[in-house]
C-alpha cells in the first residue's frame, strides 16, 4: 500500500503535462501556439481546477469550473480531448472534456484519492489506478465509454505508456519504498526493474521505448 506520507507529497505537487493543441474557443480565446501551452491544476480559491496557461504571454484560463476539485489532467495524443479526476460524483469519478466547447463528460466513478488517468499511445483507451476501497489494480476502459477492464492487481499511482504502446511502467511496493515495475499493456508478464530500497519514483519512457 502506498504510504500517506509519499501520496501527501504527491498530491502536493501541482500537476503539469504539456498539450498539443487546445482550440482557441476552447481555451477562454487565448492565441495559443503549442509550444507555449501548460496545462496544470492549482487551488487559488477552496477548490483544485484544472488551467491552460500561455507561458509566453503569462495568461491562465479555467478548463473546468466546479466547486470539486478537478485534479491530474492527462492529454490524448493528439490533444483534442483531456481526462481528468474530479469528485463532482459522490465517489469520485474520470472526466474527459474536449475541445469543442462541450461540457465534460463522467467516463466511469472510480474511487477516491488514488486515480491517476493515462491514455494509450493511440488514443483508443484510458488506464487507471484504483485504491484498495474499490479493488486495487490498474483497469482499462475505452476512451468514447464502456466496459472497464482490471489489467493488473498491482496498486500504483503513477503509470506510463511506452511511446510504441506495448509496455506500461508503473511504481507500487510503497510501503517501505517504491519500486519500478514494467508490464506488457495487457497487464501481463509484470517484473520489478528496480530493487534498491529506496525511493524510485516518476517513471517516464525514452522517445524509443527502450
Known sequence: MIRPVFLKLVFALIGLSLSSVWA???AGRLPLTPSSQLTFYARPQGNFEIYLADTDRAMVVNLTRDRADDIRPAWSPDGTHMAFYST???RGG???ISNDGEPPRLLIESGYGETYPMWSPDGRTIAYSLDPRDGVG???IPANGGQ???ISPFQTALMSYAPDGRRI???T?????CDLY???ADGANARPITRNGVFDVFPVWSPDSR
Open 24 to 26: 482557441a474557443r476552447a
Open 88 to 90: 463532482r460524483e459522490e
Open 94 to 96: 474520470l472526466y474527459v
Open 138 to 140: 490498474v483497469y482499462q
Open 148 to 150: 472497464r477492464q482490471r
Open 169 to 171: 511502467v508503473f511504481m
Open 173 to 177: 511496493d510503497c510501503d517501505n519504498h
Open 182 to 184: 514494467v508490464m506488457d
